[in-house]
């Protein structure tokens, strides 16, 4: 996990991982995080946070958050993702995430294919980044931590579409719900069109 990493490190240089959680919900933001390990601190059990349980994962967040030499979370918002689309708002918020960080990297390592365009020296895209660089699976663990606790909050406030349990995602329960009370101010009226297609929702004013 720290192949990546080392290199640097060697050359007393900083490098953050770059990860985001929630490109293909429903509804809700997306959620990046920027991180900056402390070379001299190993946190041990660094992975893809989709392979980690929530326990596992919540444990490691307040560790990393403790223990990291900076560190940056951020959003673009269901608006945004709508305005200028989900690839965009992504590079979005991982930008607002760099920005945010305390010092300033040599090196940037994303996750993914994609260069978000980050005011770095160098950036590296690293497929499966999350399971490959121990920055890169620190944000990760960051991101849907915060987002999934983010939809959480969301669901105290629209019971009825029951994101505490799906944080968005287009599940059927979910998927009956919004065909059943319609679309909420939270839902990305762009990803909807296609199920709203299959049917008509009950309510005539749309939730929220």
């Not at 629209?158 to 909420?184: D, I, N």
Request: charged share 25%.
């Amino acid at each position: 996990m720290y192949t990546y990493e080392t290199p640097y490190w060697e050359q007393d240089k900083l490098v953050c991982g770059i990860d985001e959680a929630g490109r293909g919900p429903l509804a809700g933001p997306v959620c990046a995080a920027a991180v900056i390990l402390d070379p001299n601190y190993t946190i041990e059990g660094l992975n893809d946070s989709k392979k980690l349980s929530e326990k596992k994962r919540n444990l490691l967040f307040d560790q990393i958050k403790e223990h990291a030499l900076s560190y940056c979370i951020a959003f673009a918002t269901e608006q945004e993702i709508d305005e200028i689309n989900i690839l965009q708002a992504t590079f979005l918020a991982m930008n607002r995430a760099y920005a945010g960080l305390e010092k300033t990297p040599d090196a940037a390592f994303v996750d993914g294919n994609r260069d978000p365009g980050l005011p770095c020296g160098e950036t590296t895209c690293i497929v499966k980044g999350d399971a490959k660089s121990a920055s890169v699976a620190a944000a990760s663990i960051l991101a849907k931590v915060t987002r999934d606790r983010y939809m959480e909050m969301l669901d105290e406030q629209y019971p009825q579409y029951q994101f505490k349990v799906h944080k968005g995602y287009p599940t059927k329960k979910h998927v009956e719900a919004l065909l059943e009370h319609g679309p909420s101010e939270v839902h990305r009226q762009t990803f909807l069109k296609k199920i709203l297609a299959r049917g008509t929702y009950k309510n005539e004013e749309h939730a929220g």
